[in-house]
């Protein structure tokens, strides 16, 4: 089984590993994203059994996935709360279970404090982007082995808009 901590949105990740027939879950903060992919579901018939929840506290049994990810979302917490996603995300992973996580660098130059009336600033309490020196996020996994850590700059437009990201990419595997 496989859990995403942050999947709304159109299409939500999730849809990719329920085309290959793994059984899917997933937990999103947002009410926007979460409709977004509540919509994508309903259109597409695809049963990725994505409910409202929040990675801080993960409301599924301890050892219930063999993968959990977070991919672009977990960043948009302070440090203290990641420190307790990572220990949640860790809680439901099944020992041997593997968790893909990325974290927002701090060569990334995006340092914008989040739209006042930004839904994610109310929900969690973050002002803006929480970033990472390249070694400081190894912390959050002592209980793991490190199988893969890539730091990527990615460029992409959308909207006519040009943008850039600088991530830590952790693969790992729980002990």
């Not at 085309?19 to 009410?31: C, D, F, L, N, P």
């Not at 959990?68 to 041997?96: C, G, H, Q, W």
């Not at 390249?134 to 209980?143: H, K, P, Q, T, V």
Request: hydrophobic letters at 40%.
């Amino acid at each position: 089984m496989i859990l995403d901590c942050g999947a709304g949105g159109d299409p939500p990740p999730l849809s990719l590993f329920h085309q290959y027939g793994y059984k899917t879950y997933g937990v999103e903060i947002a009410e926007e994203a979460l409709g977004k992919a509540q919509r994508f579901c309903q259109a597409t018939g695809m049963a990725l059994n994505i409910l409202r929840g929040d990675m801080r506290d993960i409301p599924f049994a301890s050892e219930s996935f063999g993968f959990v990810y977070s991919f672009n979302a977990i960043f948009f917490m302070t440090k203290p709360d990641i420190a307790r996603a990572i220990s949640e995300i860790e809680r439901v992973l099944k020992r041997e279970g593997l968790c893909f996580v990325n974290f927002q660098s701090v060569d990334d130059l995006d340092n914008d404090p989040f739209c006042e009336t930004a839904p994610l600033r109310r929900l969690l309490q973050s002002e803006r982007f929480a970033k990472h020196a390249d070694y400081e996020a190894d912390a959050y996994f002592r209980n793991y082995e490190i199988l893969r850590k890539e730091k990527k700059f990615t460029e992409w437009i959308h909207g006519g808009r040009q943008f850039k990201r600088v991530t830590i990419e952790y693969i790992a595997q729980k002990r």
